[in-house]
Every structure is written in C-alpha cells, then in structure tokens.
C-alpha cells in the first residue's frame, strides 16, 4: 500500500472516534476485557480537558455530500480499492460506523459491528510480582498506526465526515434516537474518550473464570480489569487504557484535533 493510501486509512478512522476501532483488540467484552501499559512520560490523573458536546442543533447541508449507495465507490477513490478490501468492512458501513461511535461510550461495543476489522493478533498478559498486567510488548501491535494517524490532516478528516454527515444521521436515527443527532453524540463520546485515566502504572487484571461444559477457545479475552473504578468505564476508554500509556496520550491528542476542526467547520458553515 502506498504511503498516500496508508494516510488515507488513518484519516477514515480518525473519523470514528478514532483509533478505537483500528486499535480494538482481540479481547471481546464477557462480562468485561481489560489492560494496558507500555514506557511513557511521567502520567496524570486523566485526559486533556474537553469542552462539553454543542447543543443539539442539526449540521449544515454539506457542499458535496456523499449518498448512501456511493460509500462504497467513495471509499475506494479515497482510500484505494486494495486498502479497502483489507481493511474495510463495506457491508452496511454508515450502519456500523454509528452504532460503535455510539457503542464507544456505552459498556459495550461489540467488535462484529465495527466498520474495519480488529488489529491482528490477541491481548496478551503476564504475571508481575504476583499479578497479572498486560505484557509489555502488547502496545507495539498498534504504535504503528498511532504513528501514522499524527500525520492525518484532521481538517481532511473532519471535512469528509461532514460530507457523509445526513447518512450517518439517518443512520443514528434507525438507530433508535429519532429526535437527537448524531454529531452531538460523537462530541459526547469524544469528551469521554478524552476524559479516560491516565495511569501511572499498568492496571492490574483479573480472570474472569467462566463455568460450563464447553471449555472457552480464546481465554485471553476473559480478562477484566481488577480495579471496579477502571472496570466501570465506557468500552472506548477500556479501548485507550489497553493500548498502553504513550498511544493512548497520542490518540488523544488527534482526537482533539479532529473533534476541533468539526466544530470550526461547522460553525463556518
């Protein structure tokens, strides 16, 4: 893939509340996943400060807007027919691009309706001093599309969300949310994910054990975290404490970025 195409894709998941889904790991929720770590600069108690979501008015009727049945085509001359068929899932994109935008500030956020597939390769642990914590080496799975993603124009981003805005909206509203729009929950979700904590040490673990007849085929991802606190916070920043300290500061940083440059150019508009 070209560098051009390989910007691109970043650009596509800036756009949904980032990263969080390009960076999902293999690590379902069943009752609840967990983990992070990796070597960083000293932490904080949590994000930067966002401001909060603007009112719910409706957006502006974009200058070139994309319809439902050109997505496809879009995705491709935006991203390159190759990066698509690997990355992308096409079938009901806008659907499911929603939906986890949504999901990201809920308890779950189900990785069979995200709208590109999961990083390849599973969470993996080990024991330190008697606990168990996320291995050290498990953030390197996505520093390089961390990378990759401080070199998107967020302006770019944020333009071409603006043009698929009204599917996204009708989307959101089949969704189940008939009288709220669908940019007011994106700012919602992104002021969460920019709110997750920042801690100093990598969060302890805990297996959860699950009873039955029929031994589980993926046991790594029947991990929660053992702090109540951490375990108690919306699936997209369970998504950033696990993909360790330095990524989670950088995708943080974009997010803020991308979530400027929609509310500069919709209020312009």
């Known amino acids: 893939m070209t560098p051009k195409a390989r910007t691109r894709l970043v650009i596509l998941a800036a756009l949904a509340a980032v990263a969080t889904w390009m960076l999902y790991p293999r690590m379902e929720q069943p009752p609840g996943p967990g983990a992070q770590p990796a070597a960083a600069p000293p932490a904080q108690a949590a994000g930067p400060a966002a401001p909060a979501p603007p009112a719910e008015a409706a957006l502006p009727v974009p200058v070139a807007p994309v319809a439902r ?78 990378l990759l993603a401080e070199t998107v124009d967020s302006g770019k981003a944020a333009e071409l969300y603006l043009r698929l ?60 975290f053992a702090d109540p606190a951490l375990e108690q916070l919306s699936a997209g920043q369970k998504i950033l404490l696990r993909v360790g300290i330095v990524n989670e500061r950088r995708l943080k940083r974009k997010l803020g970025e991308f979530r400027d440059e929609v509310l500069r150019r919709s209020a312009t508009r």
């Open 69 to 146: 049945e050109e997505i496809p085509a879009t995705l491709e001359a935006f991203l390159g027919s190759k990066a698509v068929a690997t990355y992308v899932r096409l079938d009901d994109f806008a659907r499911r691009l929603v939906a986890t935008v949504d999901g990201l500030g809920r308890a779950h956020a189900p990785a069979s309706i995200w709208p590109l597939h999961p990083t390849p390769g599973r969470f993996a642990v080990e024991e330190s001093s008697g606990s168990t914590v996320t291995a050290p080496d498990n953030p390197a799975r996505y520093t390089p599309l961390v």
């Open 165 to 224: 805005y009204p599917v996204l909206q009708q989307e959101y509203r089949q969704l189940g949310f008939p009288q709220r729009e669908f940019n007011h929950r994106l700012m919602e979700v992104i002021a969460l994910l920019l709110s997750t904590p920042e801690p100093a040490e990598p969060p302890l673990l805990a297996h959860v054990e699950v009873k039955g007849p029929v031994p589980s085929l993926q046991p790594w991802v029947r991990y929660e």
